[in-house]
Each structure stands twice: as C-alpha cells, then as structure tokens.
C-alpha cells in the first residue's frame, strides 16, 4: 500500500502565507513526480504545481506566488504559499506518481486533502 499524508492547511488572512507539507510511504520503489492539486466548490479540480525529477512546473495563477519542493529521501513535497488571495480557497490534495515495485507501472497516489481558506 502506498499512503499520502497532507498538513499545513488553515485559515488565512489575505496577503498572508501558509505551507503545505505531504510524506508519502510505504511500499514506494520509486517515486517520479510529486505534486499538488486544488478542488474550489462548484470547480473542477487543477493542477497548481509538481516537481519531477528534472523539471517543475507552476499554473500561470501561482507564479511568482507558491513554491513546490521535495525531500526525495523523505518522499515528501512541500507547497509554501504566499500571497495568498481569496481565489486561492479550496481543498489542496497532494499527487505522487509511485511504483511500488520495479517489476509494477507507475500509478497516481492521491492525498485526503487539506482546506486552506483565504479570508479576512
């Protein structure tokens, strides 16, 4: 079994920062890309940044504001987030692209999700 494990999520006021943190484990042999995702209610869900193992990527609306990074030897992903906007609200789900052999295909890996509110 693989599981994700997400924290860091709250309530903040506008302007402000949080970080997000996610440890994957179990039976992980390797582990290609880590990432996280955002549900807002009545949205689909969105990619907002992922980290593999040569390149990261941001969506155009988190640029310049959240930085994703990884602690390979952890399995474990952080989001900082600053700036933060009201838009910003959603639950934030952790993604891990894992094989759990080396004979087995990769698969996604999906956190529980964490809320993070952006609010006066």
């Known amino acids: 079994q693989v599981q994700l494990v997400e924290s860091g999520g709250g309530l903040v006021q506008p302007g402000g920062s949080l970080r997000l943190s996610c440890a994957a484990s179990?039976?992980?042999?390797?582990?290609?890309?880590m990432g996280w995702y955002r549900q807002a209610p009545g949205k689909q869900r969105e990619l907002v940044a992922k980290?593999?193992?040569?390149?990261?990527y941001y969506a155009d609306f988190v640029k310049g504001r959240f930085t994703i990074s990884r602690d390979n030897a952890k399995n474990t992903v952080y989001l900082q987030m600053s700036s933060l906007k009201p838009e910003d609200t959603a639950v934030y789900y952790c993604?891990?692209?894992?094989?759990?052999?080396?004979?087995?295909?990769?698969?996604?890996?999906w956190g529980q999700g964490t809320q993070v509110t952006v609010s006066s």
């Open positions: 993604n891990a692209f894992i094989r759990r052999t080396m004979a087995s295909r990769y698969n996604d890996y």
């Open positions: 179990g039976d992980i042999a390797s582990n290609i890309a």
């Open positions: 980290k593999g193992t040569g390149d990261t």
